[in-house]
């Protein structure tokens, strides 16, 4: 079976056209200043007309911007347990809410550099698809009208939710940061209209944001898959971005690196004018660096996509960065396309795997501790989708397993595969941890397989980019690993990993 991961095109009548999604037709928008319905990849927005409240972005080489902070350092800096350990714990990373099942179907070399020589990253990018929520500030306000015909459903995400109402967005997250003991609400008004009453406590952010700095790859694809790639001014640290329209404007000092973490440039960041900072985690409630920022008078919105326990969960985050931008058709159009070819694959292995399955273990030990992500975590439940047998799936747990050694070594002898053992390029790697990795089945006959087979030369990884946009592409990795009779699949984000003479 041939499925062709390279044609998620949004078109009128596709699977996800706008018919199927009752959006035919030219509707009347609210009547908004005009702005380019487009954004390049490559240039700056349009100047939105409102006035700015802040100074106006000037690129980091004219104002010249302090050498870049180290905050964990470069990856291929990092000391090899500590690379070892960040990566058994990461993928042990996940939420808390209980996995909704997935309805069945009725993009430079190995570990080194891998050239991205496949057409199943061809992006998708909705840039021909006209929403009719407002791109600019509301010319008149009219209380009669609602501004956000283009709506999302939210339905396999657990950790945030959006109430629409006439003229602005009620945006819940359910888990903000660990241990967090209730959630965070952002009041999302559309530029132009009044702010609504009674939301004095609640964070509020002018909508469509005209410019954004991400402090994580994650949401990288989401600007570049929503066309908005021209609004990216900043980001934490260049060296782990893949993307090329991304590479490209930080190649041409139209982006600011603002830095990691604790060591974040407050400075940069609020010279920089943006006007809105999505932050994978800046430290817990109003006392940590989230609050500094909005202290210092930068609208900065969490995104906490990692609790999500799915790899759809995840993907559909991409909704979460639409709402601050009215993009929700495009946000819409292109989750659903991602959505159908994962159910494509799901209903794929369920209907021709059989009881029997391959079993595979994950991660690996930093000295006598294995760090095992837990059965009811993100990667089980990926592995189960793609026709895999986790060792651990009877574990009820969504983070990380700190376990001993030897009671993993026991249990993992005799599996068929190893899949995404830490930071190790080859089995010389492993075997140098401890010999008696070597001995596992899925060593000695060559089953062990790597997610780093994408990326650049300062050893950022597309996995943690592009692939968690794409989980579409993951999941027929995964299941050409596990399954290489089902598929015609070429590896994208995995390889099998050889001796170092390899």
């Known amino acids: 079976m041939v499925l062709d991961f390279g044609s998620l095109n949004v078109a009128p009548g596709g699977d996800h056209s706008l018919t199927r999604l009752g959006l035919a037709g030219i509707f009347r928008r ?30 980091s080489r004219e104002r010249g911007a302090p050498a870049r ?72 306000f009219d209380p009669t009208v609602d501004y956000f015909p283009d709506r999302v459903a939210v339905e396999y995400a657990r950790q945030f939710s959006v109430e629409y109402h006439q003229h602005y967005k009620l945006v819940t997250i359910t888990q903000p940061w660990q241990g967090a003991d209730e959630g965070l609400r952002y009041l999302l008004v559309q530029c132009g209209t009044p702010r609504p009453s009674g939301f004095d406590d609640v964070a509020t952010f002018e909508i469509p944001a005209r410019t954004v700095i991400t402090t994580s790859t994650t949401e990288v694809p989401h600007l570049v898959r929503l066309g908005l790639t021209g609004r990216l001014i900043g980001h934490h640290e260049f060296d782990y971005v893949n993307s090329p329209e991304v590479r490209q404007r930080i190649d041409a000092g139209e982006m600011v690196e603002i830095g990691m973490g604790s060591t974040i440039n407050l400075e ?107 059965g009811q975590s993100f990667l089980a439940h990926m592995l189960a989708d ?62 062990v397989f790597n997610s780093d087979a994408r990326q650049n030369v300062h050893g950022g990884s597309d996995y943690w980019e592009t692939g968690t946009a794409r989980p579409d592409l993951v999941l027929a990795d995964l299941i050409e690993i596990f399954h290489p009779d089902l598929l015609d699949h070429e590896l994208v984000f995995h390889r099998r990993l050889g001796t170092a003479e390899d």
């Open 30 to 59: 609210p009547h908004v200043r005009t702005q380019s319905k487009r954004v390049s990849s490559v240039s700056t927005v349009a100047p939105h007309p409102r006035p700015l409240s802040r100074p106006p972005f000037t690129p």
């Open 69 to 140: 902070l180290s905050g964990f350092g470069r990856v291929v800096d990092l000391p090899g347990w500590r690379l070892l350990l960040m990566w058994s714990l990461i993928l042990g990373c996940g939420g808390t809410q209980d996995r909704t099942p997935v309805e069945e179907a009725t993009t430079d070399t190995p570990a080194t550099t891998v050239t991205p020589a496949t057409t199943a990253l061809v992006e998708v990018t909705p840039t021909e698809v006209e929403g009719r929520n407002p791109l600019a500030c509301v010319e008149e």
């Open 268 to 374: 940069l960041v609020v010279a920089s004018g943006a006007d809105l900072l999505l932050a994978d985690s800046l430290g817990e409630g109003a006392g940590g660096l989230i609050g500094k920022l909005r202290e210092l008078g930068v609208p900065t919105a969490l995104v906490p996509s990692f609790f999500e326990t799915t790899a759809l969960g995840r993907a559909e985050w991409i909704k979460f960065t639409a709402l601050f931008f009215n993009r929700e058709l495009q946000a819409e159009l292109v989750f659903g396309e991602v959505a159908g070819r994962y159910a494509e694959l799901v209903g794929l292995v369920r209907s021709r795997v059989g009881e029997e399955r391959p079993t595979v273990f994950t991660s690996a030990p930093l000295g006598e501790v294995w760090y095992m992500p837990g």
């Open 386 to 447: 793609a026709g895999a047998r986790y060792l651990w799936a009877d574990d009820t747990s969504t983070g990380s397993l700190p376990l001993h050694l030897e009671s993993v070594y026991e249990r993992v002898l005799d599996a068929d595969f190893w899949v995404q053992p830490g930071s190790v390029a080859s089995l010389d790697e492993i075997a140098a941890f401890d010999d008696r990795l070597a001995e596992t089945r899925a060593f000695r006959e060559g089953q």
